[in-house]
């Protein structure tokens, strides 16, 4: 039927179309992992700043989301420490012994 | 000097209707300037007998013939095509689908472009031929002839002679491409599937390779358009493309159609049209000479616009005339005040007959402008509302 053979040609070349699909297949897979793995990691930090930008400070929505916050609760602990060393609770604390036991 | 050897793949799938004309029209292609071997490329097409009856068609027509034992899809089966020419130690393979008509002067015109300095592929114009096509309001009624297309050839062959039009890519409806640029930028890439944008990305890395694709504007081919692909279902009857191929051009290549936009706005391709019209439409007046139709709306009175018609406006206020022939369309300037003048100016010559529709300005003043007594074929009404 055919006047002109080419199958050596076309099977040679499915041959190497084949080792490229292998390879392309291998490439892909792991391009996919990755991008997969950023993919969640964006979500992740895309929903965290939506909750953080939409609750309302000083609520406790806001005090809840930013309780993980290292630098907030450090700021916290460095008031709660002015207003111990403060005058005004240094002599409240001569007079009331219900003082005395929660802060001590 | 031996001549070049050119190696003429035409892919087929199916395609009873249009298949036959094809092969007939590349065996029938000048070989003054190249050896052309004709190879038909049957990618299993699965219609009943079709591929045995086409096997002997070429058999007994002198064309070669290869059918896949399993379907390819369009870019490994153009691949084959492609690996066969440099295997077989041609110096040109040119690419073509199944539902075109060729000129028979082609190939020289196409050689004379390619061989300019850097040419990676020359792509030749057509009625269909994505953005480039040159517009005609009904190919497959006007121009589905070989006599039209060998006409259409000389005559654009005649103006734009061996220019060649840097385009952003090129199409695998008819592209010419020396060999040894095969070897350098590769074939095919199969991710491209059962077919669509191959030829984008083929013609794409040969860029980045330092290859110019090139239209050739002096060349003309018929190309009925998608017939292969409508007969695979790889496109519906309203789609023009795949959409997951042009994705992986997009990924590819993401100027690519920023590129196409600034070469549609360039303004090179609308005058290449108006050039190509204009050259058509004056060779078809010497040739053929014109009518002209005084009246609101020009009137097809023969069906296939085998005469060149010029219709003028009977207000005489208009100073455009709309000329056509053979579906093709193209307004001419024209100053009212000198309608004979103006009119042979442009064609060089009188008009052979001048019908005068609708009464008007024009229509009464037309007597004194040419030699041509004016015919009045008045109907019942005015055409116009």
Redesign the interface.
Known sequence: ???????A??LE??LL?FE??NA?VVDLTARLTTLSKELLQAKTELATIKLKGGAPVATAAFRALNIGDAAELAQLRDLISQLRSSRVIRVAKLFSVKLRRILA | MAKPRILHCITVYNGRDFVPAAINSALRLDRSDADIDV?VLDDASPEPGW??EL?VF??TQGA??????RN?GIP?NV??GM??AT?HSYDYVVISNSDVLYPSKLMSAMLEVAAQPGVGSVTAWSNNVSIYSLPNIDPNKYLKNQEVVDWLHASLNGFFGNAAMDIPAGISFCIMIPTKVVQDVG?MD??FGRGYCEETDWSLRSLVAGYRVCLAPGTFVFHQGRGSNLEAGLVSMNATTVPANEAIIDLRYPQFRQQVDAFIYSGILARAHADALSCVMRDAVQQYGYILDVGWIARALDREEKNVRVCLSPDGYSNRAQVSFRGFRIDIPFDPSDAGGSIRKYFERDPTIINVFDRGLHADSLGGAFATEPKHVHVNYPVRI
């Open positions: 039927m055919n006047t002109l053979d080419l199958d040609v076309s070349q499915a179309d490229v699909a392309r | 190879l591929s045995e096997a070429c058999r070669k013939y290869y059918r896949s034992p390819l490994r691949s084959l690996l066969a295997r074939i199969p991710c």
